[in-house]
């Protein structure tokens, strides 16, 4: 079955930590996002990528990297995590030139 | 001003109603609006999309755009307790390399 997926689902972690959020789809979709979003709070985009090997900033300054070497892995990693990154974060995959992007169950980051 | 508005409400509505949903948008070169569904503690589901002025219907949903006073609605028919979520506007912008831009959300609170 198509879908998105995202690992871990909720992570409580230390600060200082290095963390690595994992989405992933069997979509077949060359474009993927990774947005940031507070409790009651709009969504913010900081990372996407166009294909295998092109990464871009969103239009959210983040602390946080993201590399594209498969079409269905974009996986965003946290080099030291802090408490002003607790955050849901939300990976969504869409076409080329399609409309519609389709969000995966989301990461709920917590870091104390 | 934000690119994108919605008031965050709670909208209060009875069963069976008729709950309207307001967003307006800065950027006139704007192309694509959406209207994503998200649950509490869930990842936003896609309602509906338009890109041409009018009204666009799908069920128990309408979408209406009017490019030339930039607002979008969204009109919920014979709401449900069920249609009790935040309401998420986005638009899509070719100068923003056609990425999506949310608003803050409408919550809508469905009263049996």
């Known amino acids: 079955e198509a879908d998105i997926y995202q690992t871990p689902r909720y992570l409580v972690i230390g600060t200082g930590k290095k963390i690595t959020l994992e989405c992933s789809q069997t979509?077949?979709?060359?474009?993927m996002y990774w947005y940031q979003q507070d409790p009651g709070m709009e969504l913010h985009l900081i990372h996407y990528?166009?294909?295998?090997?092109?990464?871009e900033k969103g239009d959210l300054s983040s602390e946080s990297t993201v590399s594209r070497i498969r079409t269905e892995h974009f996986p965003l990693t946290l080099e030291s995590a802090r408490p002003s990154h607790t955050s849901q974060y939300l990976c969504?995959?869409?076409?080329?030139?399609?409309?519609?992007?389709?969000f995966g169950p989301g990461t709920r980051l917590t870091v104390l | 001003q934000k690119e994108v508005e919605q008031n965050s409400g709670p909208l209060s509505v009875p069963e069976g109603a008729i709950a309207s949903l307001n967003c307006t948008y800065s950027?006139?070169?704007?192309?694509?609006f959406f209207w994503y569904r998200q649950y509490s503690g869930k990842s936003p589901e896609l309602i509906m999309f338009?890109?041409?002025?009018g009204d666009k219907e799908d069920g128990r949903f309408t979408a209406q755009l009017n490019k030339a006073s930039q607002y979008v609605s969204l009109l919920i028919r014979d709401s449900q307790p069920s249609d009790s979520a935040t309401y998420l506007c986005?638009?899509?912008?070719?100068?923003?390399?056609?990425?999506?831009?949310f608003g803050g959300g409408t919550r809508v609170l469905v009263k049996p």
């Open positions: 979509m077949g979709h060359d474009k």
């Open positions: 986005a638009v899509k912008t070719r100068a923003a390399g056609n990425k999506l831009t």
């Open positions: 950027d006139r070169g704007s192309q694509s």
């Open positions: 338009i890109y041409s002025n």
């Open positions: 990528s166009y294909g295998v090997n092109s990464t």
């Open positions: 969504a995959s869409s076409t080329l030139t399609g409309y519609e992007q389709f």
